[in-house]
């Protein structure tokens, strides 16, 4: 069953979600016109492939052509040519934006099914699916909407007392360009008295406007420290979450349409003070209120601009190497990354040469032993973005870092910290000059992990999990001097999402269970148990020459490489116990099997199947575990399929007959198994076929031993003529 068709069989709860993902950058529409070609492209590849996404996006135009045609109604067919066109607008000069959007959407499609398998999400995940934060951003829009509307308001009253004032200001003048004579006239009293009834009425009108402004000012003030601030916050918790797997709901443009709106109101109340300002200048008297509270209330407005401005400047990508774009924040030393700031204000005001620059380790915590520099331009111009609305952003894609040259070729003494757990920023700094208010804008990304070696990747991923699961500061570049502890409940929801982002599937509660079990022993049942990060990413597993997290991260990456086909559709039991394995199969029909992870090789995977003896015993083999070694010779169903047994001279056997609980073997795998036979015609067609050679009855250890790499049909025919006899000839050395 499609991804596509698995979504539309949702809960109404989880469809929420889902609609939430969809939008006018990637319409719903295309996602059901194109669902089963769209599932089947790279989309991953593409986001980080200029060429390669250009390729898909003309593609993806072509599949809507041919949809389009095939339309048998109007409207629909109407709305599909709008559509693409709109796409040809957004993404024809950068079609690798639109890969990023789908990979994203597809991404979360499989999060959500996966949380939908799940008896009960994480604590992370409800936190960030609450439907209070829904509700927090309706009353959002409302208040921002009211506000824009009183400032709006605003502008006619300034006009009202302008237009005041002009009569006032022709009425007085007239006056007094009247002859001196006349100054005692009832008709120069009567004017005289409604002169002072106008100026009254003006000097009501200003003390109103200005009345109001200060309750608006107020009010935009409150906004953005009780709502706006929380909002940014929150969305950054987000960014933090997602960067290790977790679901980003929420993009930047609805916090753009706020941040946008309310400062547009500010600006717009700055320009009501400037115009009081000049209306001061023609007409003044005593206790005039303009001339008293404006400079305070121009103040408080600049402040705030100030303040919403300053925040608004935001690492909208995370720095990521384009080879490893699931695992942000690692950068290796002499390999390229890329990272993208973004204005959140939307100003016509700015759309100008702002420049932007990078900076690496700006504020270096002292005794820091590596030290590192941008060995590229360092500097770009923000451009507007016509697929996001308009905003200001800027997009360094070919940053490099080089390590600092060290006297006499030493780094001096080493750190306590190890070189994973050393954590850099990258800072980006502009200024410029908006309605005469200067701004200097900083930002910074999260911590960075910065390695030398791909050997260190796992290390650092695992650095950059403990310190955004655990904090949200952005700056802790001491974080490991101290790191605190996690509780198995974070932990293991933290585990799953790698599973869900690398292999496409998320681990039950069974699979954590086992988890819980290896990492913490005794303590497995209790989800509030702390985790040490020494535990999680130092120490070696009793008995064994690797950490916890070396022997999961070893599987994800044979999951991803090699067994992800069979880990999609749930064949891999993965993570059980040699205990609760045996428990499983010794009442299944013989030739009964499981797959797990092995616990005593780094990246392996064995199948267990179980015998039933004539005399009642039960009997479990265990092959030697598949590494990647071996994996890249012959796929895993194929292994499966063609996997034998040689015991005590029989012909060599097949004795796995039914996937656990009871699946039979090709029913299960048929569809996975490489059937494609050879395209050199002149040559018999030949395939590896897995052995394994059987001890005697007399000394059965657990495992069958398989050979390295599975046997050619050759290497197996050498190897029969050993093992087979004539039947004619051969004698028993029970025979007289």
């Known amino acids: 069953m499609s991804q596509w068709k698995q979504i539309q069989q949702l809960e109404i709860r989880l469809l929420e979600h889902v609609d939430y993902l969809y939008d006018d950058n990637f319409p719903m529409d295309i996602r059901q016109g194109l669902a089963s070609w769209i599932e089947s492209q790279d989309w991953d590849t593409a986001a980080t492939d200029e060429s390669m996404a250009a390729v898909l996006f003309s593609n993806l135009l072509t599949q809507l052509d041919r949809v389009r045609s095939d339309e048998q109604n109007f409207l629909q067919r109407h709305n599909m040519k709008i559509?693409?066109?709109?796409?040809?607008?957004?993404?024809?000069?950068n079609p690798a934006v639109m890969a990023k959007v789908i990979s994203t959407c597809l991404r979360e499609e499989r999060r959500i099914l996966s949380s939908a398998c799940m008896q009960e999400q994480g604590p992370l995940e409800k936190s960030l699916q609450s439907s209070v934060a829904f509700e927090?951003?309706?009353?959002?829009?409302?208040?921002?909407?009211?506000?824009?509307?009183?400032?709006?308001?605003?502008?006619?009253?300034?006009?009202?007392?302008?237009?005041?004032?002009?009569?006032?200001?022709?009425?007085?003048?007239?006056?007094?360009?009247?002859?001196s004579t006349d100054r005692n006239s009832d008709m120069m009293k009567q004017e005289v008295t409604r002169l002072q009834e106008m100026l009254n009425r003006l000097d009501f009108k200003r003390k109103e406007?200005?009345?109001?402004?200060?309750?608006?000012?107020?009010?935009?003030?409150?906004?953005?420290?009780?709502?706006?601030?929380?909002?940014?916050?929150?969305?950054?918790?987000r960014q933090q979450i997602a960067a290790i797997g977790g679901p980003l709901l929420t993009g930047l443009e609805q916090l753009q349409g706020w941040f946008t709106l309310t400062a547009q109101s500010l600006f717009q109340i700055k320009r009501q003070l400037d115009k009081l300002g000049e209306l001061v200048v023609k007409v003044t008297y005593e206790c005039?209120?303009?001339?008293?509270?404006?400079?305070?209330?121009?103040?408080?407005?600049?402040?705030?601009?100030?303040h919403l401005i300053k925040s608004s400047f935001v690492v909208e990508k995370q720095p990521c190497m384009p080879t490893h774009p699931?695992?942000?924040?690692?950068?290796?030393?002499?390999?390229?990354?890329?990272?993208?700031?973004?204005?959140?204000?939307?100003?016509?005001?700015?759309?100008?040469?702002?420049?932007?620059?990078?900076?690496?380790?700006?504020?270096?915590?002292?005794?820091?032993v590596?030290?590192?520099?941008?060995?590229?331009?360092?500097?770009?111009?923000?451009?507007?973005?016509?697929?996001?609305?308009?905003?200001?952003?800027?997009?360094?894609?070919?940053?490099?870092?080089?390590?600092?040259?060290?006297?006499?070729?030493?780094?001096?003494?080493?750190?306590?910290?190890s070189v994973t757990e050393e954590l850099h920023s990258l800072s980006f700094e502009a200024c410029f000059t908006v309605q005469g208010l200067t701004i200097d804008l900083e930002t910074c990304s999260l911590p960075l992990v910065v390695i030398s070696n791909v050997s260190q990747l796992p290390g650092g991923w695992a650095s950059v999990m403990w310190y955004n699961l655990l904090?949200?500061?952005?700056?802790?570049?001491?974080?490991?001097?101290?790191?605190?502890?996690?509780?198995?409940?974070?932990?293991?929801?933290?585990?799953s999402w790698q599973f869900s982002t690398f292999a496409g599937q998320g681990l039950n509660k069974d699979q954590l269970s086992m988890l819980g079990e290896k990492l913490l022993g005794q303590h497995a049942s209790c989800s509030d148990y702390q985790v040490s990060w020494s535990k999680f990413s130092k120490e070696n597993i009793p008995g064994k020459p690797f950490s916890f997290w070396m022997w999961l991260d070893?599987?994800?990456?044979?999951?991803?490489?090699?067994?992800?086909?069979?880990?999609?559709?749930?064949?891999?039991?993965?993570?059980?116990?040699?205990?609760?394995?045996?428990?499983?199969?010794?009442?299944?029909?013989?030739?009964?099997?499981?797959?797990?992870?092995?616990?005593?090789?780094?990246?392996?995977?064995?199948?267990?199947?179980?015998?039933?003896?004539?005399?009642?015993?039960?009997?479990?083999?265990?092959?030697?575990?598949?590494?990647?070694?071996?994996?890249?010779?012959?796929?895993?169903?194929?292994?499966?399929?063609?996997?034998?047994?040689?015991?005590?001279?029989?012909?060599?056997?097949?004795?796995?007959?039914?996937?656990?609980?009871?699946?039979?073997?090709?029913?299960?795998?048929?569809?996975?198994?490489?059937?494609?036979?050879?395209?050199?015609?002149?040559?018999?067609?030949?395939?590896?076929?897995?052995?394994?050679?059987?001890?005697?009855?007399?000394?059965?250890?657990?495992?069958?031993?398989?050979?390295?790499?599975?046997?050619?049909?050759?290497?197996?025919?050498?190897?029969?003529?050993?093992?087979?006899?004539?039947?004619?000839?051969?004698?028993?050395?029970?025979?007289?």
């Open 83 to 93: 559509i693409q066109q709109q796409l040809q607008v957004k993404y024809t000069t």
């Open 136 to 179: 927090r951003q309706k009353n959002m829009d409302n208040r921002v909407g009211i506000i824009r509307g009183s400032v709006q308001l605003m502008d006619q009253a300034v006009k009202y007392i302008e237009d005041m004032q002009d009569d006032f200001d022709f009425r007085y003048k007239t006056l007094q360009s009247r002859d």
């Open 209 to 237: 406007i200005l009345s109001k402004m200060d309750v608006v000012v107020k009010e935009i003030d409150d906004l953005m420290t009780s709502q706006l601030s929380p909002e940014l916050q929150d969305w950054k918790r």
């Open 288 to 306: 005039d209120p303009i001339p008293l509270q404006k400079p305070q209330l121009e103040e408080r407005v600049k402040y705030l601009l100030y």
């Open 326 to 368: 699931q695992k942000p924040l690692i950068i290796k030393t002499g390999v390229q990354f890329t990272t993208k700031v973004r204005l959140l204000v939307k100003l016509p005001e700015v759309d100008y040469q702002l420049k932007v620059k990078t900076t690496f380790d700006k504020d270096l915590p002292p005794g820091r």
């Open 370 to 417: 590596r030290q590192f520099f941008i060995l590229t331009n360092n500097t770009k111009v923000m451009d507007i973005e016509d697929y996001s609305n308009g905003c200001l952003s800027v997009e360094f894609r070919h940053l490099q870092l080089k390590e600092k040259k060290y006297i006499n070729g030493t780094k001096g003494n080493e750190g306590l910290l």
């Open 471 to 495: 904090t949200d500061e952005p700056r802790n570049l001491a974080f490991f001097g101290n790191p605190p502890r996690a509780t198995w409940s974070q932990l293991s929801e933290v585990l």
């Open 554 to 736: 070893s599987i994800l990456e044979l999951i991803k490489k090699h067994l992800l086909p069979v880990w999609n559709e749930n064949y891999i039991m993965g993570f059980v116990s040699k205990e609760t394995e045996r428990t499983l199969l010794k009442d299944r029909e013989p030739g009964t099997f499981l797959l797990r992870f092995s616990e005593s090789h780094l990246g392996g995977i064995t199948f267990t199947w179980v015998e039933h003896k004539d005399n009642g015993e039960v009997k479990f083999n265990s092959v030697e575990p598949y590494t990647k070694s071996r994996l890249s010779a012959l796929p895993f169903a194929d292994i499966i399929r063609d996997y034998k047994v040689i015991s005590d001279g029989v012909v060599p056997e097949n004795p796995l007959k039914f996937l656990y609980p009871d699946i039979p073997k090709d029913e299960a795998f048929g569809r996975l198994y490489n059937c494609q036979p050879s395209k050199v015609h002149p040559y018999i067609p030949s395939h590896l076929i897995p052995i394994s050679v059987h001890p005697d009855a007399s000394s059965t250890p657990l495992s069958c031993r398989s050979p390295e790499p599975p046997m050619t049909p050759g290497e197996f025919n050498m190897l029969n003529e050993h093992l087979c006899f004539d039947l004619d000839t051969m004698s028993s050395p029970y025979s007289d």
